[in-house]
């Protein structure tokens, strides 16, 4: 039998460099900036978690917070779609973030032609801005015989528009899509991991029936992935 002649390769059996074996892996990437959406939120994110980690008195918080909500739904070019959908039944809340320490949530309400919400509380402080369409909001007060009673006139936000609730300055109302045949989109921002926390909704007779409200999404927005646009990293 004929011997094949072995050839020794100076390179055969060495450990190829990282950059070669990625680059047989992974497609090249991407020259698409990512797009302004994902900087808005990530940007938003950002400086309200940062504006929490120094805990100011709540009116200063509402307060700040507030004009970083209104620069965020100043702009109506960065909410994804899947988190902009109605559903025929009821209103959406889409979890678009969740701080790690559950000191904040930011999620997206959509609400279909004509939908609303019950009389409800949030038991924590939260913000609302109005990012397309409009929504009426509502307030309740109790009254002397336990009842729940409108307080005021309903207060219309149109898009742009920032709200507040709170314990402190009012915390009970009932929130309604002011479109019949449009939807609208709003943007919360509560003190708290709001699908999770335990909360009431109100008949105008008194009687609290307790609920935590989840969220209508499995999978959030990745606001974190930077690799498109490194250079925007901040």
């Known amino acids: 039998m004929q011997k094949t002649p ?116 949030h038991t924590v402080w939260g913000l609302i801005g109005m990012l397309r369409g409009s929504e009426d909001s509502q307030a309740f007060a109790r009254t002397a015989d336990g009842r729940w009673a409108p307080q005021g006139p309903p207060h219309r936000l149109e898009p742009g528009d920032v709200d507040a609730v709170s314990p402190a300055i009012g915390d009970v109302h009932r929130v309604s899509n002011a479109w019949e045949g449009r939807t609208s989109i709003s943007i919360h921002v509560y003190g708290a991991n709001i699908g999770a926390v335990q909360r009431s909704v109100y008949l105008q007779d008194g009687t609290a029936k307790p609920f935590i409200s989840g969220y209508s999404n499995a999978t959030l927005p990745n606001i974190w992935d930077l690799s498109r646009n490194p250079a925007t990293a901040a």
């Open 6 to 121: 072995h050839t020794h390769r100076p390179d055969a059996g060495a450990i190829q460099p990282m950059n070669a074996v990625a680059s047989a892996i992974l497609p090249p990437p991407a020259t698409t900036p990512a797009p302004p959406g994902t900087a808005r939120l990530r940007h938003f994110v950002q400086q309200l978690a940062a504006l929490v980690e120094t805990a100011p008195p709540e009116p200063e918080l509402l307060s700040r917070g507030g004009a970083l909500l209104g620069a965020l739904v100043a702009h109506d070019d960065w909410l994804p779609a899947a988190y902009a959908q109605p559903h025929p039944e009821r209103y959406q809340q889409y979890l678009l973030h969740a701080d790690a320490l559950g000191r904040f949530s930011v999620v997206s309400f959509v609400w279909g032609p004509g939908q609303s919400t019950p009389i409800h509380d």
